[in-house]
């Protein structure tokens, strides 16, 4: 009965209040159309509830930070998916980088060249901020598909960043329990 009730409050809330895809001040596109809510209670935002336990299935060292992505993500005006979804493709959620990087986005990584980030926080608000101000206000990107012409050397890249944000709108859905939390 509760999980039932869950997803009613669930879709009342996505219904009532959308969150607009990735590139929220420019275009949506149709594969970032479906919507998560932007559940914001005083002092509880259920996005960075969803993000923590979904990060948590990868045993990522990303786990702690999930509100550093929502609060860049609101700062920068992109999907709170994003970033994390970018750190899925290029280091498995952060276990697979360059040593003492902290740096899970491939961002300035290519043959030798390693940029490094002085902490987890550090990467993820310049990974956004570098989205936002480049590659999509400045070189016009408006979906991942564009922005990943610019930013990675694979023609697949922008597909497999869609899939995480696929995974992690579906894990959101499926896992009602992550997304409100209500006292009775």
Do not use: C
């Not at 809510?37 to 509880?44: D, S």
């Not at 609101?74 to 040593?99: C, H, M, Q």
């Not at 859905?173 to 997304?179: D, F, H, I």
């Amino acid at each position: 009965m509760k999980t039932k009730l869950l997803l009613l409050i669930l879709l009342a809330v996505t219904i009532l209040n959308p969150q607009r895809a990735f590139a929220q001040d420019k275009a949506t596109v149709s594969s970032s159309n479906f919507q998560i809510p932007n559940v914001k209670q005083t002092g509880f935002d259920s996005r960075v509830k969803i993000l923590t336990s979904y990060l948590k299935q990868y045993n990522s060292p990303l786990v702690p930070y999930a509100s550093d992505f929502v609060a860049a993500a609101d700062k920068y005006n992109l999907d709170w998916r994003l970033v994390a979804a970018i750190s899925g493709v290029e280091s498995t959620f952060g276990k697979e980088i360059p040593t003492n990087s902290y740096n899970a986005w491939g961002w300035g990584v290519y043959g030798d060249n390693v940029i490094n980030f002085k902490s987890w926080s550090n990467g993820i608000d310049t990974v956004s901020q570098g989205l936002r101000e480049r590659y999509m206000d400045q070189w016009g990107g408006q979906d991942i598909y564009q922005i990943g012409t610019m930013y990675a050397a694979s023609p697949a890249w922008a597909g497999h960043v869609q899939l995480y944000l696929n995974k992690i709108q579906e894990f959101a859905l499926s896992n009602p329990q992550e997304a409100l939390s209500i006292s009775m």
